[in-house]
Every structure is written in structure tokens, then in C-alpha cells.
């Protein structure tokens, strides 16, 4: 179905949804313009989600739901949304909402809000689905303005999910700086996990040069992944055997000269790596992952403290390890984002759907809730977990 173009009550500017891929395909330079203008995420990128789309399972139950804001040929706003059907429910969503760790909606500065509010009421009142969840919103999401009248007005609200972001920023000047600030038990676990590896050989923590070829690299990440969720009895397509999914967000990344891949090699074996992008001047973290037959030795823990560590020496001013509440990652963390979700219905079936999502919830919270008498229990020692 083509874009249909309608003026909105903001100067001039016209909205439009589009919903073929054909059409998205052929937005790429204007919306690479905008998301270099509006300093965008990787995760709004017109690129990501082109590589999300072109290598998304399911596909057969998804749709593009793209809303725009032109003033004249120039573009302003973007909404990235798709549809995924879930039993039976059509449900709105952000476009690459799997594999993106920060959902919004990208503007460019100057941007018209009226416009973008418009054009959020136009999508809204598409009837293309029948509830809508947008996930992992930053406090300082832009999409947050847009919608905030919509919560006002009882079409929106809160959902019950919520998800935690941990950071590492401070005053360091140094790398080592840095390390001699944290425990001693954290110190002499570093130290430790270093000497424990380097009985077996050469122990070498390294940046990747952009020129290497990154399939090795993501054949031994996708494999150790494989083996670390067996063990936890946990699965991902991201990381199947031949799935195409990582390398082509991967290599958006490199392209766009964010990438940055660290590995912490064992006499020539990689045995951690993390995949991470640098933007705003933070380091951010989208995949770790190590050999968990070194655990005994914490590879992971010991790479996370080597690129903090490079991080710092670089004058970048955070370390972001982006969404999840894992242990390994608050150990570190010197700050915390809540990243929250709205959720919204505009049929019965969505309404429907709601009203269930929200009981299994309340099902959850009075089964998972401790005896009046129960003591509470010790916090596990903190070990690596991953994306």
C-alpha cells in the first residue's frame, strides 16, 4: 500500500504513513540526513532497521508502519514503527524492537512538535492493529513529549514492564584511575582471572582494527552464545547457526564507523569478546560473551574491566551497558536508568488482550510474593550474564 500524504495543522508541513518496504527502501538518503542532523541512535538508523527487516523471522506477520513529517522535500520526523501478530492480535511496535536496546522516535531539532503529534494521531488512527507497545523508553526520549497529551488523555498508559540501563561514569581521568577505585576484591578478582588464563599462554586484551574481517569473530560469538544459552536453558535466533541477523547489524555498524569489538584472546583463541558502538561520546555495549569454559577465570568480567578501562583512557564520558539488570553489569555501574513502556488498545480484541496481559501479571506478583515469615534470602555472588 502506497504512503498516503495529509496536510497537518502545523505550517505548512504534510504527514505521511508508509508501509512498503519499496517505499522505506528508497527514504535512505533523506533519513540518513535526518539522523545525522537529530544525532540519532544506531537503533533509528534507516540502515538497522533495513538489515532488522531484511532479516527478520516471522515475516510473513510483520508490517511496516512508518510515519514522517516532510516540510517540503526535507524530512523532520520519523515514527519506526512495524506490526507483529501474536495470536490472533495485531500489535504496534517499534521497527527492529528485538535486537534495539533504546526505542524513540528520531526528530530533528528544530523540530515541530504539532506536526509529530499529528502525525502520531494519524498512525494512531490507521486501524492497522489492535494494541500498541513501545518498550525501553530513555527518561530523555523524544518520543516521551509526543505522547505524553496521549496518556493525559487515557488513550495510553504505563505498562507494568520496566527495564533497567546501568552506566559507569565519574571523574576519572585515567583508566587506572578507575581500577584502583574499586574493591579490593574486585581488584584482586581481576588480577586473579588474568593470571589463572595466562598459565595456558599469552593473554591479550585488544581493539579490533576496522580493516579485519569480522566473520570470525562472529562465528566464535554466535557459537559461545549457542553454548551459554544451552547451559541456562535459554534460547535466541539471533545467534543461530547460519542465521544472517548479527552480522548484517554488525556490519551497519561498522559501516556507519561506530563499531568497536574487543577481545580478550588466549594464546591465539578469543575467549571474550564484546561487541559495542561509540556514540554521544559514551561506550555502549550491545553483546558479551566469553568461553564458559574458562569461567573459572571470569574472561568476561576481566574484558569488561580492560574496555572500561581503554573507555576511560579515550576521554569518552560514560560507559553504557544498555538495557538489562544483570548482576555483572550493576557491580560497575555508578548509575542506573529506568527505561520504561506504554501500552495502548484501539480495539476489542486489543482491549481484550490487555486485560489478560495485565491479570497474568498481578497472577505473577501474588505467586512470586514471600511467606509473611520467610527471611530474605542472600544476593548470589554476581557472574557474567549476557545479551
Known sequence: MSGQKRLAAAGGRHIETITSYQEFAALAPVWN????????????????????????????DRDLVIGLVWNGAELEAVLPFATIRRRGVTVLEWAAKE?????????????????VAALWWEIAATGRFDMLYLNRLLPDAAMRSIIASDITAGTLRPNHRSEISYRVAGPWQRGTEWFEAQSKKTRQNYRRGRKFMEEGGELCFRLMAP?????????????????????HG?????FDEGAPALAALVGVMARLGILHVFVLELAGTVVAVSINVVQRRRMMAFITTYDPEFERASPGMVLMMDYIQWSIDQGLEMVDFMCGGEDFKRRFATQSET??????????????AMMADGAGHALRNWRSRPPASAEPADSAEPSPSHR
Not at 536496546?101 to 530533528?108: E, K, P, S, T, V
Open 33 to 60: 540526513a535526518l539522523w545525522q542532523r537529530a544525532d540519532g541512535l544506531v537503533f533509528q538508523s534507516h540502515a538497522w532497521i533495513d538489515a532488522w527487516w531484511c532479516t527478520a523471522t516471522r515475516r510473513d
Open 99 to 115: 535486537h534495539s536496546d533504546y526505542g524513540d522516535a528520531l526528530l530533528a531539532p528544530d523540530r515541530n512538535r504539532d506536526a
Open 211 to 231: 580493516d579485519e574481517p569480522l566473520e570470525p569473530v562472529l562465528a566464535r560469538v554466535a557459537a559461545l552464545k549457542r553454548k551459554w544459552l544451552e547451559r
Open 234 to 238: 535459554r534460547a535466541s535466533d539471533l
Open 339 to 352: 527505561l520504561d513502556s506504554v501500552t495502548g488498545a484501539r480495539t476489542l480484541v486489543g482491549r481484550l
